[in-house]
C-alpha cells in the first residue's frame, strides 16, 4: 500500500491552466481507470473533483478535468481562479475495499 | 441533504483506546459501502478502513490492521472505528467518508484523535 507520488506544488497565473499529475504503478493508477480528486481548503474536509479517472460530479466546474495515461493520472484545472487554490490528492482503487492516496499537491494562484 | 457526522474524538494516552462514530443521514445507509480516511496534522490524506454495506466485509490498512475495527449499525445509520493499541503516530484528524463508485462522494467534518502521554 505505498502512497501515489506527485509534485509537491504547482503555480499559476489567474486564467491559466495547470496540469498536476499522479504517479502510481501498474497494480493501482496503472491498473484500474478508478483514480479520484479531492480538493481541500485549510480547515476543511476534502470535496471530490472528479471520479472514475475523467468524470465530474454534479456542481464541479467544467474547469475541471481528468485524464490518465500509462500509470500516471492528470488532473488539469483550464482558468485558474483565485478560488482553486488548495491542496489536491489523487486516490485510486488498488484492490476490493483498499484504496492508495498520493501525497498532495498545493496549488497557488499567483 | 446528505451529511456526515463524526464523532468521539479526543486526547488518549499511547497503548489506549477510542472509538469514534459518524452517523449518517439523507441517503439509504445501507446501500453504500463506507470508509474511515485520516490526515496527520500537516500531512496527507490516509485510506484507513473500509466496510460494505452489509458489514460482512471489512479492508484495513497495514498500517492500523490487527488494532482498529471497522463496523456499521445499520439500524442506526451510524458507522464506528474502534481503535485499540493507540500510538502516536494516529495522531490525525479521522473523516468518515462515502464510497460511490469507488470515489468518497461524501465526506464528513472530521474528528480530531490525539494520542500523548
Known amino acids: 500500500q505505498s502512497a501515489l507520488t506527485q509534485p509537491a506544488s504547482v503555480s499559476g497565473s489567474p486564467g491559466q491552466s495547470i496540469t498536476i499529475s499522479c504517479t502510481g504503478t501498474s497494480s493501482d493508477v496503472g491498473n484500474y481507470n478508478l483514480v479520484s480528486w479531492y480538493q481541500q481548503h485549510p480547515g476543511k474536509a476534502p470535496k471530490l473533483m472528479i471520479f472514475e479517472g475523467s468524470k465530474r460530479p454534479s456542481g464541479v466546474s467544467n474547469r475541471f478535468s481528468g485524464s490518465k495515461s500509462g500509470s500516471t493520472a492528470s488532473l488539469t484545472i483550464s482558468g485558474l481562479q483565485a478560488e482553486d487554490e488548495a491542496d489536491y490528492y489523487c486516490c485510486s482503487y488498488a484492490s476490493i475495499g483498499t484504496y492508495v492516496f498520493e501525497t498532495g499537491t498545493k496549488v497557488t494562484v499567483l | 441533504d446528505v451529511q456526515l457526522v463524526e464523532s468521539g474524538g479526543g486526547l488518549v494516552q499511547p497503548g489506549g483506546s477510542l472509538r469514534l462514530s459518524c452517523a449518517a443521514s439523507?441517503?439509504?445507509?445501507?446501500?453504500?459501502?463506507m470508509s474511515w480516511v485520516r490526515q496527520a496534522p500537516g500531512k496527507g490524506l490516509e485510506w484507513v478502513s473500509t466496510v460494505s454495506g452489509s458489514g460482512g466485509s471489512t479492508y484495513y490498512a497495514d498500517s492500523v490492521k490487527g488494532r482498529f475495527t471497522i463496523s456499521r449499525d445499520n439500524s442506526k445509520n451510524t458507522l464506528y472505528l474502534q481503535m485499540n493499541s493507540l500510538r502516536a503516530e494516529d495522531t490525525a484528524v479521522y473523516y468518515c467518508?462515502?464510497?460511490?463508485?469507488?470515489?468518497?462522494?461524501?465526506w464528513g467534518q472530521g474528528t480530531m484523535v490525539t494520542v500523548s502521554s
Open positions: 467518508a462515502k464510497l460511490r463508485r469507488e470515489a468518497f462522494d461524501v
Open positions: 439523507g441517503f439509504t445507509f445501507n446501500t453504500y459501502a
